[in-house]
């Protein structure tokens, strides 16, 4: 591996073995590109053919998780320095397992990818959408003032309930799906990770309330509930100050 | 920069630690007096700044006047070396001059400002505590942020132990890990501050630890009783400890302290 400088193998980019790289592409429908093959040209529009392919998912062509959790970070990192408000939606399709199991796993990709495009037609272009994992996706809105929460989400949630999905034995499908959210911290440099727990919570929240609804995390002061008050208060103390 | 200076990062320099309340008037500022006297008596060199931006006490306690602050070396008036003044418990602090109420709002200039303040007194100090403003508003958010190890000080009265309970939850939740101690203040009987730590500890285990990585852990700083020399020696603006020193609240502060240093 040592450093040979002009190695005429990395200056003549003909010489380099494309042949997967390009079969990758053809499978994902994409052309060859137009440039003199070999040329730094066609190398660059090559990797960014490939760069774009592995942040893709390949069901839905939403960004996958990798593509996410980028953007993710990068949004962390900015709302601390400008303190801008920026929401992250989680989205889980209900009782997909029994989709899969009526209608077969044709179906099941189907649904995934028809809720995919009532996720991408419910938000702005500039929001990302990703499928993270099964059937869960993450919506990604920078910034999205906090008082615009509830309706945004509430969008989104109905958008994926009223759009149906035509089957190929001609039925058509309706799905119905929870959705969490949870504002990043804005000024505090936090990280991804407790971001993206915050929102799961309220997705769990949503499931365990009986799905079909939308949960998002109070923002500005916690709400300490009652239970929690009673809890540390002790039963005497909260009546008294009640 | 910003990443060294911040939780998390890779630190050089003072231990950062945010005093934090959620409720006013529990005091915050006479124990981040006191704590600062104490660890300066232990050696150490240590910075008391004014994170409440220019509503902290801190002046009146330490009977210090303001006369450059902050809000000089965030207008470009004065240096931090011409800001940072002696205190009598010896150690320095940074007070903010009442200026500086124009930035209790968090704006990226207030940001900047203070992550810059930060990161140049971190190197020149061994311990530097934040004294912060009263709520969970963003700023008060921030400067924790910037911490790393937080002091929650509260007292057994229902609204300041729900405030803390509060502030434990937002930060536990919003922010990275770090340290979380617990000092008491006016506890009326002895054992009531264990009460009340373990109390919160409670509700922390139940509520706010299931949704985390991990759990969040309070570590309990131990409890200073309601005194009648604290408002003595707040009115001859004398510090507790050099004022009183053998009055109960001045040594439970000290026993407290005590925890905090290093063997």
């Known amino acids: 591996m040592d450093a040979a400088p002009a190695d005429p193998a990395l200056a003549d980019g003909r010489t380099l073995r494309l042949d997967s790289a390009l079969a990758l592409l053809r499978q994902a429908g994409q052309a060859e590109p137009s440039a003199e093959p070999g040329s730094p040209a066609y190398l660059q529009a090559l990797i960014d053919q490939l760069v774009d392919l592995s942040s893709r998912d390949a069901l839905t062509g939403l960004a996958n998780r990798r593509n996410f959790e980028l953007a993710l970070a990068r949004e962390v990192d900015r709302v601390a320095r400008s303190g801008e408000s920026a929401l992250l ?23 995934i990818r028809a809720v995919g495009q009532a996720l991408t037609d419910s938000v702005r272009p500039m929001d990302l959408v990703a499928r993270i994992g099964g059937e869960e996706y993450a919506v990604l809105l920078p910034n999205c003032p906090p008082a615009f929460g509830p309706q945004v989400a509430a969008r989104v949630r109905q958008r994926v309930a009223r759009s149906s999905v035509a089957l190929q034995d001609g039925q058509r499908l309706v799905v119905t799906c929870s959705v969490g959210g949870a504002f990043a911290p804005q000024w505090v440099r936090s990280t991804p990770g407790i971001w993206l727990q915050r929102a799961d919570l309220q997705l769990y929240r949503a499931k365990a309330e009986g799905r079909d609804r939308v949960c998002l995390e109070h923002t500005a002061a916690p709400d300490v509930s009652v239970q929690e008050r009673d809890m540390l208060l002790g039963s005497h103390a909260s009546q008294d100050s009640e | 920069m910003s990443q060294a200076t911040q939780a998390g990062g890779a630190r050089r320099g003072a231990v950062i630690t945010a005093i934090t309340s959620g409720k006013g008037g529990v005091g915050k500022t006479l124990v981040a007096a006191n704590l600062a006297a104490a660890l300066a008596r232990a050696g150490q060199r240590v910075l008391v700044l004014d994170a409440d931006l220019g509503l902290a006490n801190l002046d009146v306690v330490l009977n210090l006047s303001a006369r450059v602050t902050l809000h000089d070396v965030f207008t470009g008036k004065a240096t931090l070396d011409e800001a940072l003044q002696p205190a009598p418990g010896g150690f320095s602090v940074l007070l903010a001059g009442s200026g500086l109420v124009e930035y209790s709002r968090m704006t ?26 009263a709520g969970i508003s963003d700023v008060v958010l921030f400067t924790v942020s910037l911490a790393d190890e937080v002091l929650i000080v509260a007292t057994p009265e229902p609204t300041s132990l729900t405030d803390a309970y509060a502030t434990v939850k937002v930060l536990a939740t919003t922010q990275p890990a770090r340290p979380m101690r617990l000092l008491v203040n006016q506890v009326q009987k002895a054992g009531e501050g264990r ?52 009055s109960p609240a001045a040594v439970a502060l000290a026993a407290a302290v005590a925890r905090l240093l290093p063997p």
């Open chain 1, 89 to 111: 939606l989680m989205v889980d399709i209900d009782h997909f397992k029994r989709v899969n199991d009526t209608h077969g796993h044709g179906a099941g990709d189907l649904v």
């Open chain 2, 108 to 133: 990226p200039e207030v940001r900047d400002k203070l992550l810059d303040v930060i990161a140049q007194v971190r190197p020149r100090f061994d311990q530097v505590l934040l004294d912060t403003g």
């Open chain 2, 195 to 246: 009460a009340v730590a373990t109390q919160l500890q409670q509700v922390v285990d139940r509520f706010v630890s299931p949704g985390l990585a991990a759990p969040v852990r309070l570590l309990p700083l131990g409890e200073v009783p309601l005194d009648a020399a604290v408002r003595t020696s707040v009115q001859r603006r004398q510090l507790l400890m050099d004022a009183l020193p053998g």
